[in-house]
């Protein structure tokens, strides 16, 4: 049976297992030449094929409920559950999401695409559903492991004794120690069922024996462990009440399925370790030192080098100025949540190995580590995404704002993203930076700007948030060269004259703005627009000349419910009094979820090109600047309002 003409799960226990290999070949090459062509995550979905295979051979979805954690592993699971013949549009607009999906298909469960959350889903579902005829699964990576929320899971489901199947991925091989022949042969018989019915009994026998509680603290669960062969992994997980299988070749189907078998018949939770090969079938990615290949562009999938022509990214320059400055400082210490090379810190993770910390899927330790760190005289810099530092709100607020230690969050990624969808879009950093009363919060306009604010931002004291968008960085030279900083430079850059209407333009959604008071030029209206670049403390004087004009828009990449725009329309009302300031207009993300999409096409959608925002200023001041003393609130589809 060809992979096209699978359209339902069911159809995978018809075939042998000759046929069943020469489908994972095929879904291999169709991952390969889906994700060559439009990017995406292709050596963890190299690295389950087999995996998905067996859990849909062995298991009844969407009856049964299998939950994939982190979702960018579900590529088999979508085209096993029909829909092979749309996979040329994964993660394009309007296409197939690039994780599960509820709208695609009754068997996705869970569209969050962050990491460490499945345990908690399984366990909830299990407690909902309450059903004996339906088994829940959660497939969860071992980087995910790394993630507190999981450990918080686990325990709870061996505590309350759900009987729910938790399927490790080890494809990072944590564990790989354990795989000889001893351990494999070892995982055989704890599947038998007379393993499990001989320890039972021994239990019963033990509990009998005179003494028994303090004999079996001293020497029965040493015996039982040497009987088992227990790894380190399955004396965590069965001491906090969960059931070990494994570890198992997760590319022996045979093997698999019957490990499955074995567990699905289990009343009891239980995880099942299996060991795959990330990249697995194709050399460029399973010889991928730097795991260039977990989450790529389009590339020739012949060599697997990247098509795109190189280009001068935010990150590249964020990477190349943190790494100068921290070899020149020792005491700079740069922090990740497992993501060193996407957040550009490989480069000083070679130098300077000491001065980097890989906390794994942590990025609330990484965030009171880095307090840690600042209080004993550090200057801790954490490279995150702008959608991960949102699960570190509450650390960022008390541990770091709180006790006004000096952490540095690098935020990468900020603003509309693309094609990873609504759960990757980096739109709440400044909303949320902005609640934290001493937070200075930089948002560079073009690359030397980026470089100079690094700088600024390791001198400063207090907690200070720099956000950068994602791709290539908009260069000094597109924005007119305006004046470069210095060192502790917290200024505005106004970058062009104009008496109608007053544009505060916040990091890389200057250029938009200079491009709309162009074309507001040609329709008449004469447009001064400023580089706001850093948002928190805002610079007095382009406050002072915006409550003096007749109309100010402020404009970000990042929601506008309570985001930068919000925060300068405050300061002028506070600087001129409610009743005394211009009309305001805030423009930015609007306050929904936003589907994938190239970031252009995204951001024009929303009206923060250059065109839209001039439409918008028009709309706005053909309408209602000929009654600027009215009390009227201005509104906008995407933009929150403010008074008077």
Not at 286 to 310: I, N
Not at 549 to 561: D, K, L, M, Q, Y
């Amino acid at each position: 049976m060809r992979l096209a003409e699978i359209t339902s799960p069911d159809q995978l226990r018809t075939l042998d297992r000759d046929a069943l290999v020469v489908l994972a070949d095929e879904i291999r090459e169709a991952i390969i030449t889906a994700v060559a062509q439009v990017g995406g995550h292709l050596g963890s979905n190299l690295g389950v094929v087999e995996l998905t295979l067996a859990l849909h051979r062995v298991f009844e979805s969407p009856t049964d409920r299998i939950v994939w954690d982190t979702g960018h592993q579900a590529y088999v699971h979508k085209m096993v559950t029909g829909r092979s013949s749309q996979f040329a549009t994964l993660r394009q607009q309007d296409g197939l999401s690039g994780y599960p999906a509820r709208k695609e298909s009754a068997h996705d469960i869970v569209e969050n695409s962050h990491a460490s959350t499945a345990l908690s889903w399984v366990a909830g579902l299990q407690v909902g559903h309450n059903d004996a005829n339906r088994r829940i699964i959660g497939v969860i990576g071992d980087g995910a492991l790394t993630g507190g929320m999981a450990y918080e899971a686990l325990n709870n489901i061996g505590h309350h004794e759900l009987p729910v199947i938790i399927v490790l991925n080890d494809n990072g091989r944590s564990y790989a120690e354990t795989v000889s022949c001893l351990s494999q042969r070892v995982a055989e018989i704890r599947t038998d069922p007379r393993f499990r019915q001989m320890r039972d009994q021994f239990d019963r026998v033990v509990a009998r024996v005179p003494f028994a509680e303090r004999f079996t603290e001293a020497g029965i669960d040493a015996l039982k462990t040497v009987v088992s062969d227990a790894p380190a992994l399955q004396s965590f997980v069965e001491a906090l009440g969960v059931r070990y299988l494994g570890p198992f070749d997760g590319h022996d189907m045979a093997q698999l399925e019957t490990a499955f078998g074995y567990a699905k018949r289990l009343k009891s939770p239980v995880l099942v370790h299996v060991l795959t090969e990330k990249g697995k079938g194709y050399k460029p990615a399973e010889e991928d030192p730097e795991k260039r290949l977990h989450d790529t562009s389009a590339f020739d999938p012949t060599t697997g080098q990247a098509l795109k022509p190189a280009v001068t990214s935010w990150t590249s320059i964020f990477s190349q100025t943190l790494t100068a400055r921290a070899c020149e400082q020792p005491d700079i210490i740069a922090l990740t949540a497992a993501m060193p090379g996407s957040t550009g810190l490989l480069a000083l993770a070679k130098q300077r190995p000491q001065q980097v910390f890989d906390v794994g899927i942590a990025e609330q330790h990484a965030t009171t580590m880095a307090a840690g760190l600042a209080h004993a005289g550090k200057t801790p810099v954490f490279a995150v995404y702008s959608t991960f530092l949102a699960r570190a709100f509450d650390q960022a607020n008390f541990d770091v704002g709180l006790h006004n230690e000096h952490v540095v969050f690098a935020v990468d990624r900020a603003g509309i993203t693309g094609d990873d969808g609504p759960s990757h879009h980096g739109v709440l950093d400044m909303a949320l930076a902005l609640r934290i009363p001493n937070m200075t919060v930089l948002a560079p306009s073009h690359d030397h700007d980026l470089a100079a604010m690094l700088d600024t931002a390791l001198a400063l004291d207090g907690p200070v948030l720099l956000r950068f968008a994602k791709g290539a960085a908009t260069t000094a030279e597109a924005l007119g060269s305006p004046a470069m900083r210095h060192t502790g430079d917290l200024s505005a850059r106004r970058l062009r004259d104009g008496s109608d209407v007053t544009l505060l333009a916040v990091g890389d959604r200057v250029k938009a703005a200079l491009d709309a008071a162009e074309l507001l030029h040609q329709s008449g209206i004469e447009a001064c627009v400023y580089d706001v670049g850093c948002v928190r403390p805002a610079d007095q004087t382009m406050l002072a000349n915006a409550a003096t004009s007749p109309f100010v828009v402020t404009i970000e990449n990042g929601v506008v419910s309570g985001g930068a725009g919000a925060h300068l329309c405050d300061a002028i009302n506070e600087l001129c009094g409610v009743r005394h300031a211009p009309p305001m207009l805030r423009l930015g993300v609007p306050s929904t979820y936003l589907p994938q999409g190239k970031p252009a096409s995204i951001l024009t959608s929303i009206g923060l090109d250059g065109p839209g925002i001039a439409a918008r200023i028009v709309a706005e001041l053909s309408e209602d600047l000929t009654n600027r003393d009215s009390e009227a609130m201005i509104t906008g589809a995407s933009s929150d309002a403010t008074t008077k």
